[in-house]
């Protein structure tokens, strides 16, 4: 959670909406994402966690590493999992959600 020093580039594929809602700088470019953790995407753990941040206000930008586009395309699944990343200004907010959730997984057992 959060221990990557990655941060995901600005590209092409980045929905309008999300753009819309990313937060901007004063000179009105998007806020640099920041790594917040790995889903393996298996089980919908990617679109519970990217749905409990945007129910926070806060927006996540969802990047595929490897081939994982292509086989998202092919298997309707990537075999490498999902890297969510968050605006840098919001990833301490985020990171505190993160736990809470991890933790009422915990309690849950």
């Not at 470019?29 to 966690?49: I, K």
Request: glycine share 12%.
């Amino acid at each position: 959670m959060g221990t990557k020093p990655d941060q995901a580039a600005w590209g092409f594929s980045v929905p309008g909406k999300l753009y819309e809602k990313w937060p901007k700088d004063p000179s009105g470019n998007p806020e640099a994402p920041v790594y917040l953790t790995h889903c393996s995407g298996l089980n919908l753990d990617d679109a519970m966690l990217i749905s409990a941040l945007d129910s926070c206000g806060i927006p996540a930008l969802r990047q595929y590493p490897g081939d994982g586009d292509f086989g998202r395309l092919i298997l309707g699944v990537s075999g490498n999992g999902v890297d969510i990343f968050v605006p840098s200004p919001m990833w301490e907010e985020a990171c505190a959600l993160l736990r809470a959730r991890e933790e009422s997984t915990f309690d849950d057992d």
